[in-house]
């Protein structure tokens, strides 16, 4: 019997199948075999921190499968990813296997390998090891540590701050840095300074520019001409003098390259030059590293891109410097292998940086099997890794001071030219910002057609004369600190030593789904919800929320991993003060929440105003002070004379979004009117986000009210920037952006439930972050189609009905459909292999019929209801054909009435894996597309399961 090799995901076993043939069986264990229970007493203190793991259907599947491969097999490799998560999956598939007595007469081995070639496939396979004991403490140790801080202080937050929604070890942090930021920009007065340059000219007549550095005698600081009055004094300074070269400076400076990419660097260069999220990044990075079909091969490209590390493996240096010598000639070819180390705190650099796994694969060479993101990704990883071994560059540097007569004024002006470009010919950091953050007006490197290296000065001399051209005088002021981007609070959380390489995409996309951050601009801007919370946590839990705590607690689970330290002591030290911290809170009165937010966001909800009035004086009577309130649904501002006085407004901050936004937040702003009807469109808030409506609705014939049309905005609209030509052009979706040149059907984009589609037919496709439902265009939309057809594979006409028979891929597994009817196929059967006449019998044995529109779901609302943002209407979901393998028995009316009237379940955030306590459909959020098990840690069934284990059990 073959040897059974477990990986994480199914990519990546049908590409080591390949490499290692009928010896192995290669098979998945789709992330995850089983997790902690979501609900209370799955880890519990009191037994010295014993845990209770629970498998799903999924999980015991597959470890079920795995079982039976066992059978007669003599090893078993367990190959899951080289890193602390990969460890403990591996540790899950053995428990589970020698819990069913799989494993008798079975050599458990552990390998792992950090590209996937068919090299180090083999490499591994001849160097097994065991499981890493210490790395399991570790995950055992966090999993532990993020349950029980979600679980104890998620209640607390529910109870005395109503509307907040989670509280996680690290979430919390990073919300935390957020606010702060927000705060210092609140906080920020800007100041006005002045800079005096002016235009001088070489006896050779070759002009350049000198700014003021010296006047009266005295070095200009960057607030001493603080006006334009004393800025005109210094302009006339510059007018009256007559000056001539004092002095030349020159020197050679090199620069060196970057290293190669950890996770958090690759993280932050793909946000800046190519606009690509963290999720988006990783997700790419997982497809390069799983492998890409080229030439009817799947190759890996890229190795693990969850890493710390800077260093790479002495034959991919040596491999990289023949290149460079081969590509650029041996003058750019270093003496000696660069070597490089982190400077990221509790960097534990266990694997290599993120490289390609072969130099030669070059982006020009692979740029054909490759999509546009991946392409782009692999180009980044490529260069940058290739740049890193090569030589520095070197610039001359020159800084000419300019003087008048008396030696009293003087200006400086200076230059740099590259001599020799080294690594820059291949790879700049300080170039190439992306499209996107030229649009935003965010770039972060020279400007446009400006390039620092080669500013250069004409020839000149001590004591040359010059001659005086036009002087101006220029107004300044500060700025404030910039909001984070996904790439600076990586950055940010990566120098504090806060989270790991494989949590940073994770926490940030939980900070935007518990709507505690919005991303506007590409920079993370604070919630009110989110900035309460913060205040509460650290008014009441300031410890907790510390960025020093928090980087040591990290340094304990590195020194867990290290074997340094037992799991179970750093669990009891932590505990012990965690709960006496929780007990403290518990005969804590509402009105000191209140109190404490109220001095804490005061300025942010009652700011200063123009004309001296107290902001905080209530505008429906006499002597009323405003100041925050708590209520069932959340907190919100209402006035001191209560009940008397009923004056209340959402946490809004007036004016903050622009000359608009008041009347934004007091339901709706006027966009204009539509020319076709005459109709006003606004833009309005509702329950679930932001839409436009056309007109206030009317009456039908028979006098019944009409709704007004309606549509909600995707993710990815701004508010402040919406105006009445995108607003219309939202309510007339779906479009029409084509027709299929090989059916001739018509192809649609729209927006429905699951956020932005397009559709063919009956095949619908999400799209992706980037795409715009309104201009998307046919290029784009067959690229996007063609992913919608490989999962819908038709069979035929139905012999009763002569209707389409499909075969179609669902988030559950695949099934069959006819029409409104649908059936599960069975496990084990790919939808490749089922035929017609199989499909139909299936159909009419255990076949089901889909729940009509309107019909209820198994949280009480509608099975096709309000699009995401609340605007009304019925609309076509972009997953509607996903939907289907969903067709239950609608639950009893109890049983829903249950599930509503149980407390949400905190997030779990460390691993990427949550307890959402959001209803499922969300404002234009896209429809969940396919992606590696190994990425997500947790399947979609197992998300499913635990999102129904919230009507059951405890908070």
Request: some cysteine; hydrophobic content about 35%; charged content about 30%.
């Amino acid at each position: 019997m073959p040897d059974v090799v477990v990986v994480e995901s199914p990519a990546k076993a049908k590409t080591i199948n390949k490499y290692l043939g009928r010896d192995f069986t290669v098979l998945a264990s789709f992330g995850h075999v089983r997790d902690l229970p979501p609900k209370d007493g799955s880890v519990r203190p009191e037994e010295d921190f014993a845990m209770d793991w629970e498998s799903e259907d999924r999980g015991e599947r597959q470890v079920n499968e795995i079982a039976r491969a066992l059978r007669g097999a003599r090893r078993l490799f367990l190959a899951t990813d080289p890193d602390r998560e990969g460890e403990a999956i591996s540790w899950h598939v053995r428990e589970m296997l020698a819990r069913k007595g799989a494993l008798k007469g079975v050599e458990v081995n552990r390998i792992t390998f950090n590209e996937i070639t068919k090299r180090a496939i083999q490499h591994a396979i001849a160097h097994p090891r065991d499981l890493d004991a210490p790395l399991i403490d570790a995950y055992m140790a966090r999993r532990a540590l993020d349950y029980l801080v979600g679980f104890t202080l998620s209640p607390v937050l529910w109870r005395k701050l109503p509307g907040s929604r989670s509280a996680g070890r690290v979430q919390s942090v990073a919300l935390r840095l957020i606010c702060e930021r927000e705060a210092e920009i609140e906080a920020f007065r800007a100041r006005e300074y002045w800079t005096v340059e002016g235009r001088f000219t070489t006896p050779q007549g070759a002009p350049f520019t000198a700014r003021l550095t010296h006047l009266d005698g005295r070095k200009l600081e960057q607030f001493d001409l603080p006006d334009e009055a004393s800025a005109m004094r210094a302009k006339a300074a510059v007018e009256a003098g007559e000056f001539s070269v004092l002095s030349v400076e020159k020197r050679r400076v090199r620069r060196n390259p970057p290293p190669p990419f950890t996770t958090s660097t690759l993280q932050q260069e793909a946000s800046r030059k190519l606009g690509m999220g963290a999720q988006q990044t990783m997700r790419t990075a997982q497809q390069l590293y799983e492998g890409v079909d080229i030439e009817g091969d799947t190759v890996g490209l890229i190795t693990y891109m969850r890493t710390d590390g800077v260093q790479m493996a002495r034959e991919a240096v040596t491999a990289i410097r023949g290149h460079v010598g081969d590509a650029f000639g041996p003058d750019y070819v270093p003496a000696a292998p660069r070597e490089y180390s982190s400077k990221a705190k509790n960097a534990q650099e266990a694997h290599e940086a993120i490289r390609p796994t072969d130099v030669r694969n070059t982006p020009e060479r692979v740029a054909r099997f490759l999509d546009d993101r991946q392409r782009r990704l692999y180009e980044l990883v490529w260069k940058r890794a290739v740049a890193s071994q090569m030589q520095s560059a070197e610039l001359d540097q020159t800084a000419v001071d300019l003087a008048d007569a008396a030696g009293r004024t003087r200006l400086r002006a200076t230059g740099s030219v590259i001599a020799f470009d080294g690594f820059l010919k291949l790879y700049r950091e300080d170039l190439d910002d992306s499209e996107a953050d030229r649009r935003a007006g965010l770039l972060t490197g020279a400007k446009p057609g400006e390039d620092e290296d080669t500013r250069t000065l004409p020839p000149m001399r001590e004591k040359d004369p010059l001659k005086r051209g036009e002087v101006s005088a220029h107004q300044h002021f500060t700025q404030p600190p910039p909001r984070y981007s996904e790439a600076s609070l990586v950055k940010r959380m990566e120098e504090l030593g806060i989270g790991r390489p494989s949590t940073y995409a994770s926490i940030l996309q939980v900070l935007q789904d518990r709507n505690y951050v919005t991303l506007e601009k590409r920079r993370f801007q604070p919630e009110d919800r989110g900035r309460l919370v913060t205040a509460f946590l650290v008014a009441f839990f300031e410890r907790y929320v510390d960025t020093g705590f928090t980087a040591g607690l990290e340094e304990q689970l590195d020194d867990i991993s290290g074997g340094r330290i037992a799991w179970r002591e750093v669990m009891r030290q932590f505990w012990d003060d965690f709960s006496r911290a929780v007990g403290a809170t518990k005969d804590l009165k509402i009105s000191d929440v209140i109190d404490a937010l109220d001095e804490e966001l005061g300025p942010h909800f009652f700011p200063g105003r123009a004309d001296g009035t107290d902001p905080r004086a209530c505008p429906a009577c006499a002597g009323g002070r405003l100041g925050l309130r708590l209520g069932r649904s959340g907190a919100f501002v209402g006035c001191s004379n209560y009940p008397e006085c009923r004056y209340t407004r959402p946490l809004a901050v007036p004016g903050a979004e622009g000359e608009n936004a008041s009347t934004l937040n007091e339901g709706q702003r006027e966009l204009g009117t539509d020319p076709a009807t005459g109709q006003n469109v606004t833009l309005r808030r509702g329950p679930y986000g932001l839409y436009v409506q056309l007109g206030e609705g009317g009456t039908d014939e028979k006098g019944k009210p009409t709704k007004p049309r309606r549509a909600s905005l995707t993710r990815d609209m701004a508010p402040e920037t919406l105006d009445l030509d995108r607003a219309l052009a939202l309510l007339s979706l779906p479009r029409v952006v084509g027709r299929d040149p090989e059916t001739g059907g018509e192809i649609t984009a729209g927006i429905g439930r699951f956020g932005p589609y397009i559709r063919l037919g009956t095949a619908y496709q999400s799209l992706e972050p980037g795409d715009d439902v309104l201009t998307l265009g046919m290029n784009r939309a067959m690229d996007l189609l063609a992913k919608a057809r490989a999962k819908v594979r038709p069979l035929g006409a139905h012999p009763q009905d002569g209707q389409p028979v499909e075969i179609r891929k669902g988030r559950f597994g695949p099934y069959a459909q006819h029409g409104n009817r649908v059936a599960n196929l069975p496990r084990n059967v790919e939808m490749e292999e089922v035929t017609l006449d199989q499909a139909v019998q299936l159909l009419g044995e255990k076949g089901k019929e889909l729940a009509p529109k309107g019909a209820k779901g198994r949280r009480g609302k509608a099975a096709a209801g309000k699009s995401g943002a609340g605007a009304a209407g019925k609309t076509n979901g972009a997953a509607a054909a996903e939907a289907a393998p969903a067709a239950r028995k609608p639950p009893a009316a109890g049983k829903v009435a249950a599930r509503k009237a149980a407390p949400a379940k905190p997030a779990r955030e460390a691993t990427g894996k949550s307890s959402s306590a959001k209803p499922a459909v969300r404002a234009a959020k896209p429809a969940t597309t396919a992606r590696p098990a190994a990425a997500t840690r947790k399947p979609a069934a197992t998300k499913a399961k635990a999102t129904a284990a919230r009507g059951k059990g405890k908070a």
